[in-house]
């Protein structure tokens, strides 16, 4: 550490006055990895509390940890190379703006990089998970100031961008997962080796009336996009998240039930449209959605009634899209609506609690 | 498509078929007069009562005098007549009976006429061959999609004070961006009901 720390020190003039100062908040990044900022924050958000900003990113990664390692046990080595890509396209916008504008890099994108290449299909063409991200950061974060002043969930903005894009690449790269003991840990599976090409994801098969096995979909072995299929996983990394009060548990509360609820009606009345309730909880990206994608604190609802309210309509948006529209998932657009709503949401909370003040007198 | 129920073609005209972020009509008002929450209700509030009103009063004419007579090529014509007759006359009688609606709508209601998202709906009435029933629902369904969209494209403009946003894409570039994503967003609903 103090080898590096030296060095730190011994380039540090270069980048504040010297010839490389245009490239000062890629030397700050690097230096606050390793080490920890002397300087007080500048940018919103301010939190007077132990866990800031940098903080509350690593333990979303950490409660991501899970999720990853069984992408990486399903889907193999082609995750490294998406995570790479990911990082790499989306750091480069960050860092441009970051230059551009003589702002430092925000902390936000070590999440949005991860999440990014959670949710897309794992057999993605890697120039699609670039695009993506680099939209995703550019017009989801970056045209807004960036982290902690975005209105919409930078992740889902690029995966929103790439299923309305190319929506016939997004239904047709997944990959089957592995059904051996070893997992696909040290293999390279794209789309050019058929075999291990799949039609579709549970989602889309119940469609058809096919449905897979719930026990298959809590441990992961499922076709689908490579953070979401397992279940346990999700739910390992969720609940931390809930206990660490990283993420809130009115806005999963709100969706999960809502979700279950409506569903559970809707299940009744057209079977033939929206499947049994637990089998849909664990499908497709929902969980994922609702542990790690809608409790983003910058673009959910600051109230606690507006979040009630923020994940009972993520919940049923979601059945309603599952069930009666042409699209197969829907937690994207469900999120994303979330997000647009957010505000408004919050002003109704708002309006609602002056008005009982000025009844009260 | 005279077997469409006037329900599902609510349902459609709101979600859907938005007639401001799926055929991207009305934006003038749209970005002009989103900056606050309020402004934006009241507005939201006029379009979908003009909206409704007119597509009804329009139906009726179309049908009843502009083919009968042969006179179908006046249409635009008579449709931007009938809608800035329509919204003087509710004018006066809201300025009439009701002072305070009509100072909480202000402005708003004579910028209306030239809305084109109305004069939208009334034409979309006419190509896509609704029954009465039907062009009442359309009509309904359009004007509180536009409400809706303009709600919360405000909402969102009211957080994005706290945003930081590139000089050149302060103001209006904004908006349109962030029409944009909501048009995305929307597009989650495609294929639940459809209408042409």
Redesign the interface.
Known sequence: MKVLLKVFEAVRPTFEQGKLKAFKPLYEAMENFFFAPSTTTTT?PHVRDPLDVKRLMSMVIIALLPSIAASFYFFGLRMVAMIIVSYAAGGAVEVIFAIV?KENINEGFLVTGMLFPLILPPALPLWMVGLGVAFGVF??KE????TG????NPAL?GR??LS?AYPKTMSASWLEPSRDLAGRLLQYVDASSVDALSSATPLALAKQGEFASLSHQLFGSVSGSAGETSAIAIILGGVFLLLTRVANWRTVVGILGSFALLGGVLHYAHPEKVGPVLWHLCAGGLLFGAFFMATDPVSSPISNAGKWCYGIMIGC?TV??RG????VE?V???I??G??????LD?MVIAVRIRRLRSEG | MTETSAWVIFIAAIFTNNILLTNFLGMCSFIACSGQIRTSIGLGTAVIFVMTMTTMLNYVIYHFVLVPFGLVHLQFIVFIAVIAAFVQLVEMFVERFSPRLYFALGIFLPLITVNCAILGASLFMIIRNYSFIQSVGFGLGAGIGWAVAIVMLAGLRQKMRYSNVPQPFQGVAISMVVTGVLAMAFMGFAGMVSIQ
């Open positions: 919103a504008r017009v989801g045209l807004f100031g960036g002043r975005n209105l919409f903005v929103c961008f309305l948006v309603l899209i009666f529209t042409g699209y829907g994207t657009f469900a994303l609506l997000n647009i709503f957010a505000p408004i002003e």
